[in-house]
Structures are given as structure tokens and as C-alpha cells.
């Protein structure tokens, strides 16, 4: 069973307690010239320029960079926040007709309630073969406290779906979630990958033979063992900035054949498809 040194636990807190430092990604607008053209539009009234929009990547990059001084924050008496809510409705355009049709333009605003600034961290690419253009990205936001006249430092993660439009590349699918920054330290293996994969894939599916050193690269965590069927599986997580590990894709390679995406439930029952 996993297990963690007193020595472990302790800079094992230390890494949920402190914040993210990392650089932002989303810098590709940090002046008013870009802004200017919309001034005066409506979210129906703006078309997004088709060179924001040419690949996967250039959607998601300039979709948060635009976003990146909206403000939709409650009442300061420190006059305009940035770009205020200029960007809203030309971020709005960078989701699909499809995701439009699910999501009002009124409804979009209010997911940024209480936000004020918002820097893209991470943002990685995910292999999925069901359901095509993917990323994983994270967040951290400057976030207004409605009881007083105070802000604090939020952080979120999620996944990010695209498809191609006659226009360009556009956000089909979209989730958040908050990250938690005490529970996460005091409680629970399932914030640790490794402790993940030897419980979810060892204890409970029975598959390990053997678990491989871990790879990093950055806040991406490669783990693999060689299972009981005699294949070899990879399962890679990405690190929050909270310290928890969130499992983003699985893959099997049995004998020399190659690296195949696969997704097992190992919460139901080991079932692989």
C-alpha cells in the first residue's frame, strides 16, 4: 500500500499550500489596439478574425488571452478592472454554433461571476481518439470576495473539446473545476498518481505484476507498470497547481505491437472498452 515518510508529509502539505508561479501563456493581447474594433459591438455584431482561430492551439491561446482582463467582478471603488467586459462577447464567438445553442450569451457572462483577472498556466494537449480535439488547461484567476472589499487567488482546471467550423477551429465542450487546497493535503491517496494507479489499477483491478519508475516532464506524470496479461500500460496524469495529480489519459501496449489508447473504469469493475 502506498505510504509517505513523516519527512514525505511534510513537504507533501507544503506543496498543496503554495500557490502556482508559473508564467502566464495567455500575453498574445496586452494593448488597447486590439479591443478597439469591437468597442461598441454585440456579442451578434462580432465576427472573430479568422487568423485567431487557424488551429486547435491558436483558438485556446487567443480565447484566454482575450479573456485574460475581463472583469465580471462585484463593486470595487477603484474605478474600471482592465478591459473591463470588452472581452465577453468576443470570447463568446469562440465557441461552437452548437455550444451557443446549449450556452446563452447571458449565461456564458455569468460563469465568470466574481472573476476579475484570469492567467492560463498550463495547457496540454490530450491524446483522445473518441472524442477528437482535446486539452487539458489550468487556470488561476483574481477573484473578487463578495462579503468584503477583498480579493484572492482562485485556481481551476478542466478539459477543452474543438471542432473545425467553416471559419475556423471553435470551443465545442468546455468544463471547470475549482481546486481545493485543504481537503486535497489532509485526506485521501487519490491525490497522488502513484498511489492512484497501485490502489485503482493494483488493489482493485488486480493488474499490476509490476510498477516502472515515474517519468516527469514538467507538470506532466508518466507511470507505468507491466500487468498481470502480460502488456505494458502507461497512465499519465497532469499536476495541479494544488499538488493533486488528475488522470488525463491511459494507454496499453501489449508485446511489440504499438502504444494503444485505451480507457479503463477500474471504479466499475475493471472494464476496459
Not at 462580432?46 to 492551439?57: A, F, G, R
Request: with cysteine; net charge negative; glycine share 6%.
Amino acid at each position: 500500500m502506498f505510504r509517505l515518510s513523516q519527512k514525505d508529509i511534510e513537504a507533501y502539505h507544503q506543496k498543496y499550500f503554495r500557490p502556482s508561479c508559473l508564467r502566464a501563456l495567455n500575453l498574445r493581447f496586452s494593448n488597447w489596439d486590439f479591443f478597439a474594433p469591437f468597442y461598441d459591438k454585440t456579442h451578434d455584431q462580432i465576427k472573430v478574425p479568422p487568423q485567431l482561430t487557424l488551429t486547435p492551439e491558436d483558438t485556446v491561446l487567443n480565447y484566454f488571452s482575450i479573456l485574460r482582463e475581463a472583469e465580471n467582478i462585484y463593486g470595487r471603488g477603484c474605478g474600471t478592472i482592465g478591459q473591463a467586459k470588452l472581452p465577453f462577447p468576443i470570447a463568446y464567438n469562440f465557441l461552437s454554433q452548437e455550444y451557443q445553442n446549449k450556452l446563452s450569451y447571458e449565461g456564458y457572462v455569468q460563469t465568470f461571476s466574481g472573476i476579475g483577472h484570469t492567467s492560463l498556466i498550463k495547457l496540454c494537449r490530450v491524446p483522445d481518439r473518441r472524442r477528437g480535439i482535446r486539452f487539458f488547461y489550468e487556470i488561476e484567476t483574481i477573484v473578487g470576495a463578495e462579503s468584503k472589499n477583498a480579493e484572492y487567488f482562485g485556481y481551476s482546471y478542466g478539459f477543452i473539446t474543438l471542432v473545425k467550423e467553416q471559419e475556423g477551429f471553435r470551443i465545442s465542450e468546455m468544463s471547470r473545476i475549482e481546486e481545493d487546497f485543504l481537503c486535497a493535503p489532509y485526506h485521501g491517496w487519490n491525490h497522488v498518481g502513484e498511489a492512484v494507479v497501485e490502489v485503482e489499477y493494483g488493489h482493485w483491478c488486480h493488474l499490476i505484476e509490476h510498477i516502472y519508475p515515474t517519468i516527469r516532464n514538467e507538470y506532466i506524470k508518466s507511470i507505468y507498470f507491466h500487468g498481470k496479461d502480460g502488456a505494458d500500460y502507461c497512465i499519465i496524469f497532469a499536476e495541479l497547481t494544488n499538488g493533486t495529480d488528475i488522470e488525463i489519459a491511459q494507454f496499453r501496449k501489449a508485446g511489440n505491437a504499438e502504444w494503444k489508447q485505451v480507457y479503463m473504469k477500474p471504479e466499475e469493475e475493471c472494464v476496459m472498452d
